[in-house]
């Protein structure tokens, strides 16, 4: 069964727009689960520009709602993770610059760290994901570093789609890349950029287990209703 993870920064990027509590992040990750969503994702980032440590400790101590925390390398970050001990880590790359998440992670480059990372979180009984591009070297790199499971990034699947352009090749990596990390026992997920049409693509790949999505469902929300998204959702994963 494949499964949905509602992503919920934006809840509290619309509430630090007036530095006040409402929305409340951890009403909105009680709600979302409630509507159907089988997990949720928040990003403590090291600039807290949405999610701040108290979002993340009072979500991540309610009771029977499954979080997947996102996380950078930072060594801060990677403590307070643990203190704060959510279901699922992870683990993203980070910039302080940017808008948005731009790619996968760079696994050539930080092999060491994130084995000790990965080692960390295990030892903690938490399953860690590694956010990846679409490559056979990263899927192979993921398994070296015995991480639980992938997520891959779909960002320029998405742009392809929407820009109206051809988005074959891009396809092709995602679902080659889907099936070996299969073939290792690596779980496979899919997030950023998605809407209702570039989920219902990759929804085909049977290998991908699980959809974080976010940005446009929040978005979306703002027009048909957080729980009528949430459901729309539901039924294109489900087919």
Do not use: W
Request: glycine share 4%; aromatic share 4%; with cysteine.
């Amino acid at each position: 069964m494949k499964r949905l993870g509602v992503n919920i920064d934006h809840i509290a990027t619309l509430r630090n727009a007036r530095g006040e509590i409402h929305p409340d992040p951890c009403f909105a990750a009680s709600e979302v689960i409630k509507m159907g969503a089988d997990s949720v994702t928040i990003h403590l980032r090291e600039d807290r520009r949405h999610i701040n440590d108290l979002d993340a400790k009072k979500i991540c101590k309610l009771k029977k709602i499954l979080v997947n925390l996102e996380i950078s390398m930072n060594d801060k970050i990677v403590k307070n993770a643990l203190k704060i001990k959510p279901n699922y880590i992870c683990i993203v790359p980070e910039n302080r610059k940017e808008v948005t998440t731009e790619g996968g992670l760079n696994l050539d480059k930080n092999q060491k760290k994130l084995r000790n990372i990965i080692q960390i979180f295990k030892q903690a009984k938490i399953r860690t994901s590694l956010f990846v591009n679409p490559s056979i070297r990263d899927i192979k790199i993921s398994n070296d570093l015995n991480a639980d499971c992938v997520e891959i990034h779909t960002g320029r699947l998405s742009n392809l789609v929407k820009s109206k352009k051809d988005y074959n090749a891009e396809l092709r990596r995602i679902k080659k890349s889907s099936v070996l990390a299969k073939k290792l026992n690596i779980e496979v997920h899919a997030g950023h950029g998605l809407d209702y049409q570039t989920t219902k693509i990759l929804s085909k790949i049977n290998e991908i287990q699980e959809f974080n999505i976010g940005h446009f469902i929040i978005g979306e929300s703002i027009f048909f209703g957080l729980s009528k998204v949430i459901r729309s959702f539901k039924k294109i994963i489900k087919k």
